[in-house]
């Protein structure tokens, strides 16, 4: 049993040595090994698995990652009361945290009843050393069950969720030869019901301290009750447990297949927790899968919900997590579910009349829209737009009633005009009556979006790249964290076309100038994806404008005008390919960029786009852009560039008799000379 006896350092050393502690290195510590748990897990080293696992655990990184963890988090105590405030109360319970002679306390029970559906939720609270405990060998754990899970498992995984689900089924029903049937299924109380001996038999991690995580018992009342079978709702390391006692059901349904060459649209299955959905070509076919997927459970200890597992026809339509899948004229519509909706607006009633004592205006519009934007970010994927605009309507029916509640003897146009206001579309929106510009927000003004879909052969340990990149992408089409400065700079417009990008429309980031060293957001633009396909992008130069030119300003230019390059410029080949070219549009492949170079370009070129949009000193742009040539389209898949001369205005110059007829001084004649030659070399006259 961990006994803080054990640590006898004055409680000044151990705060000192507590914030000494670089977690940011630390964690960084423990990735770099459970990268390489990941690695042993792939290549079945059993040994080498068992040994990092053993490192990680024994690490002092790990432990006090662990400690962090679970203070960091607002969480009940345990049955102790104890809680890690101070920072000395902190580092000794990370040196205390060690599995040898381990003895978990009883957990904590309570009982949460759903208003609505009266339905019970028993959750268990361990202690708090217990709970740092679970963390430090989920450090171990996570990494091996990430690597042998079912690569269409997505509840509770990092980088992973719903999205995710609904981009899969997406793909899944629009392929070829896509699937018909659909087995939808649910475990009926599966974290109360899975089976303490195939856990302690199968879940690779130290047996004694799993066997006192499960048969810690619980307290409830005041009396002490056994645990038998189930894992707690409210441990760190359930999830981890649970999905690895899921985990081979594809392989199990894929290896019913006689073939050698697996139909993998035949018994493709999607699980989220313990909701599981498996596709099929038959309703035959779904029986058979159906019977080997109750065998599979019942090894567990567990069994599926008769009310809640069924087989039906995609044209009839199904739902899974709260999203209404079905099939119309061959196309596959999903929009949010007859249930989620009702759930929502019973949400919404109880927020708004229920809980109106509770509110100030300012935080029911702020607690309103919290709620609004979370329901819209989980839905805005869907074919939404019906049910936020019925959605907009409920809201202003309850605050319409909420106000007329509050304020029984005035006149209902009165009261209108007092907390509403007309927006620039004509709208009756609610407002701050001392700032409008504190507001609810309307769903119908969220923007759809297509969740692209996840790379399921991706390891959250080791494609950290990735993930990077998709996190990104997704902050984009979301318009979140530094993005929505540009959004809302442009006004929600399209930088090529100036038109609303509206809410059914996809959307990109693109670099505006790309003879600008700086690539932030001042220089980022939101457009169409569709205008990309008619993208010119426009470099800026002093000269664009002839006519206002002061010849002397132009002759200093030219004369101090330097590549910076000199012979060591490595893309001077390209360079001088451009300088000569009189074409007004062309294409050419990235092998015919390197057949002019007469070397290989970087492997860069060939992974990213900003390659090719970057302006920094040297970089390959320079070859077109100070050629007077853009990149008209950049076509990634392909590999192939579309070269588009800048067009100007064309117009005839007079020369003055001036310059034609009399003798000018020789610095005046080099000076002309060199403008000229300037101007027929910029626009290829």
């Not at 579910?337 to 009349?353: G, P, Q, R």
């Not at 309507?393 to 005009?417: E, F």
Request: glycine letters at 2%; one cysteine or more; hydrophobic letters at 35%.
């Amino acid at each position: 049993m961990n006994d803080f006896t054990k640590i006898n350092l004055p409680e000044d050393i151990l705060a000192k040595m507590w914030r000494k502690i670089d977690f940011e290195e630390a964690q960084r510590n423990i990735f770099k090994l459970q990268q390489q748990l990941t690695i042993a897990t792939f290549k079945n080293k059993k040994y080498e698995q068992e040994r990092i696992s053993n490192k990680i655990i024994k690490s002092i990184d790990a432990r006090v990652l662990a400690v962090k963890k679970v203070t960091d988090a607002s969480s009940v105590p345990g049955i102790d009361g104890i809680r890690w405030i101070k920072a000395s109360d902190k580092m000794k319970a990370a040196l205390n945290l060690k599995p040898k002679d381990y003895k978990a306390k009883p957990y904590r029970r309570f009982i949460v009843t759903e208003k609505k559906t009266q339905k019970e939720r028993r959750i268990s609270i361990p202690a708090i050393n217990d709970r740092a405990m679970q963390v430090l060998f989920s450090y171990a754990l996570e990494p091996i069950s990430e690597a042998t899970a079912d690569r269409k498992s997505f509840a509770f995984r990092k980088e992973r969720s719903a999205l995710d689900v609904h981009s899969l089924i997406m793909h899944a029903l629009t392929e070829k030869n896509a699937p018909t049937w659909v087995l939808v299924c649910d475990v009926k109380s599966y974290y109360y019901n899975i089976s303490h001996k195939w856990l302690l038999n199968n879940i690779p991690m130290d047996k004694k301290v799993l066997k006192e995580f499960l048969k810690a018992g619980f307290i409830f009342e005041g009396e002490l009750f056994p645990t038998d079978k189930g894992i707690s709702l409210g441990c760190n390391i359930s999830t981890i447990i649970a999905n690895m006692a899921l985990d081979g059901i594809q392989k199990l349904l894929y290896d019913l297949q006689e073939s050698k060459n697996i139909d993998y649209y035949e018994g493709y299955t999607i699980r989220f927790a313990d909701d599981i959905i498996i596709f099929s070509r038959s309703e035959q076919q779904e029986r058979i899968y159906l019977k080997k997927l109750k065998q599979f459970l019942k090894v567990r200890g567990l069994e599926l919900s008769l009310e809640k597992t069924y087989i039906t026809k995609i044209e009839k339509g199904f739902d899974f997590l709260s999203r209404h899948y079905y099939k119309e004229n061959n196309i596959i519509h999903c929009i949010p579910s007859e249930n989620a909706v009702k759930k929502f607006e019973s949400e919404l009633y109880t927020l708004i009349l229920e809980k109106k004592s509770r509110w100030s205006q300012p935080k029911l519009i702020k607690a309103l829209n919290t709620k609004l934007i979370g329901w819209a970010g989980y839905h805005r994927v869907e074919e939404a737009r019906e049910a936020f605009i019925h959605i907009d309507v409920t809201v202003s029916a309850l605050l319409v009633r909420l106000i007329q509640q509050m304020y029984p003897h005035r006149p209902r146009k009165y009261l209108i005009d007092k907390f509403w206001y007309k927006d620039e579309y004509d709208r009756e929106v609610f407002t701050l009556t001392t700032d409008k510009s504190i507001k609810v927000i309307k769903l119908s003004d969220v923007i759809l979006v297509k969740h692209k879909r996840l790379d399921i052969k991706k390891n959250v340990f080791l494609d950290t790249k990735y993930f990077q990149e998709k996190k990104e992408i997704q902050n984009i089409n979301k318009i979140n964290d530094k993005y929505k400065s540009i959004w809302n700079r442009q006004n929600g417009r399209c930088y090529y076309c100036g038109n609303k990008i509206t809410t059914n429309q996809p959307r990109k980031i693109v670099i505006k100038d790309l003879t600008w060293d700086n690539n932030t957001t001042r220089n980022m633009a939101y457009i169409h994806t569709f205008c990309e396909d008619d993208e010119i992008i426009f470099t800026s130069s002093k000269f664009s404008d002839v006519d206002n030119l002061d010849i002397k300003e132009v002759v200093n230019e030219i004369e101090g005008f330097d590549l910076g390059y000199g012979k060591k410029y490595k893309y001077q080949k390209l360079y001088d390919y451009f300088s000569d070219c009189k074409k007004y549009t062309f294409i050419l492949k990235f092998t015919d960029i390197e057949d002019i170079l007469d070397k290989k370009l970087c492997p860069s070129s060939y992974k990213y786009k900003s390659f090719w949009y970057q302006k920094k000193h040297g970089s390959i742009s320079r070859c077109w852009i100070e050629n007077n040539y853009s990149m008209k389209k950049l076509d990634f898949k392909k590999k192939r560039i579309t070269f588009l001369r800048e067009k100007k205005e064309l117009t005839k110059i007079k020369i003055p008799e001036q310059l034609l007829m009399s003798n000018l001084p020789t610095s005046a004649k080099y000076e002309m000379e060199k403008f000229f030659e300037y101007i027929i070399k910029k626009y290829g006259l």
